[in-house]
């Protein structure tokens, strides 16, 4: 795969039914949500889960996202949506990328790119990174090509 970033953390999915919106073709929304799902898994395997954000009252929130589409999806396509962390400040941003990709055509679907904070759960409040987020997030950014 030509992926944009080394090291991609990735998971494959299909495009349902239920994805194709009036067009004809996957819905934006849906690749919302497939990127969401994605850095959750990231997140899981690397060790930072809800639950985890739950006890520590802290929370890494998208403050700001960007979505490039490029090519459409159409249902039964099958995709491999690829993650990455690409920066932190070690305080209280961090930025995910993502990439999907067809696995038929080799071809880039879209690009998506993910300005976060820490937050209080409770609060809503911005907050710095505790020890365990600096230590799970900071420690698996990745360089780019």
Known sequence: MNWD????????????HS???????ANN???AI?????????????????QDYQRLDRGV???????NYLLPAFENNQLMIATWLT?????????????????QTKQTLMKAHWLMICTVLSTG???????????????AIVPSK
């Not at 497939?34 to 809800?50: Q, R, Y």
């Not at 929130?61 to 979505?67: E, G, I, P, Q, R």
């Open 5 to 16: 970033y080394l090291e991609p953390y990735t998971s494959e999915l299909n495009v349902t």
């Open 125 to 139: 409040k911005p907050a710095r990174f505790p020890s365990k987020f600096i230590e799970v997030y900071g420690s």
């Open 61 to 67: 929130v998208v403050h700001k996202a960007s979505y």
């Open 34 to 50: 497939w990127c969401e799902n994605c850095a959750w898994k990231h997140s899981e395997d690397l060790g930072l889960t809800l």
């Open 19 to 25: 994805d194709i919106d009036g067009m004809g073709h």
């Open 87 to 103: 920066n932190c400040d070690y305080k209280l941003r961090l930025e995910r990328r993502f990439q999907i990709i067809n696995l």
């Open 29 to 31: 929304t849906c690749y």
